[in-house]
């Protein structure tokens, strides 16, 4: 049994975990990011409980994960949940939202009913993508769809690997029964690669739908989304 599972039995004997939120459950047993815990609640089947799935859905409405996508008049309002690697895996994943990323609708014709959230990349691993087009330069927002978990090979993806957040490509290598995040770039970004004994410690966070490109020369220039 895993160390996390164990912790999360022991606690389930002393306390009801159905009266608290995933980031209280993990303080006590020592993990910091929620998903982990929501992870190794599903393995032992303890998120069969309604209060403490109940207990999930207020969590992300308090921003501990997913920040539902506001809506003004002609514009749409994106959180901005910190930064994102576009190398290693260096940059902390943190889900306080910082500010709003106000768009419009022309801008950005998206499903409503999804969850939107922005990141803002950092590093140059990807300058070479294309998401609907667009490159992902330092500085960009990068705009990602948190209801879309399950990438397919070549999706691009914000994932949280040891509590850090990056961009990168998604590949499922089943022969050698691995993912590889794979870079995109004019520089050399050795891959990451990880095995899927390893995959409690790799979540996706989403998969990234669009970039809004930085202004260039001091001027403003946002080109309307495909």
């Not at 002393?14 to 303080?27: A, E, N, P, T, V």
């Not at 207990?55 to 992300?60: T, V």
């Not at 959180?79 to 419009?104: F, Y």
């Amino acid at each position: 049994m895993h160390e996390i599972q164990a912790k999360l039995l022991e606690l389930s004997n002393k306390h009801d975990l159905s009266k608290m939120g995933l980031r209280h459950i993990g303080r006590l047993i020592g993990v910091e990011h929620p998903q982990k815990v929501k992870y190794h609640l599903k393995k032992l089947g303890l998120l069969s409980n309604e209060k403490l799935k109940n207990a999930n859905l207020k969590n992300k409405k308090n921003k501990l994960d997913v920040v539902s996508t506001k809506k003004q008049l002609g514009f749409i309002s994106i959180p901005i949940l910190g930064l994102a690697n576009c190398g290693d895996a260096t940059m902390l994943a943190d889900a306080k939202v910082e500010g709003h990323l106000s768009l419009s609708k022309r801008l950005f014709k998206a499903n409503p009913t999804h969850n939107f959230f922005a990141v803002r990349a950092v590093g140059s691993s990807m300058n070479k993508a294309s998401v609907n087009g667009k490159n992902i330069d330092e500085g960009d927002y990068v705009i990602v769809d948190s209801d879309n978990r399950l990438p397919q090979d070549d999706d691009y993806v914000l994932s949280v690997i040891g509590g850090a957040a990056n961009i990168k490509k998604f590949v499922k290598d089943e022969k050698n029964y691995q993912i590889v995040l794979e870079s995109e770039s004019n520089q050399f970004f050795p891959p990451i690669h990880i095995h899927e004994d390893d995959l409690n410690e790799y979540l996706v966070n989403g998969k990234v739908v669009q970039v809004i490109k930085a202004p260039q020369n001091d001027d403003i220039r946002y080109e309307p989304f495909n």
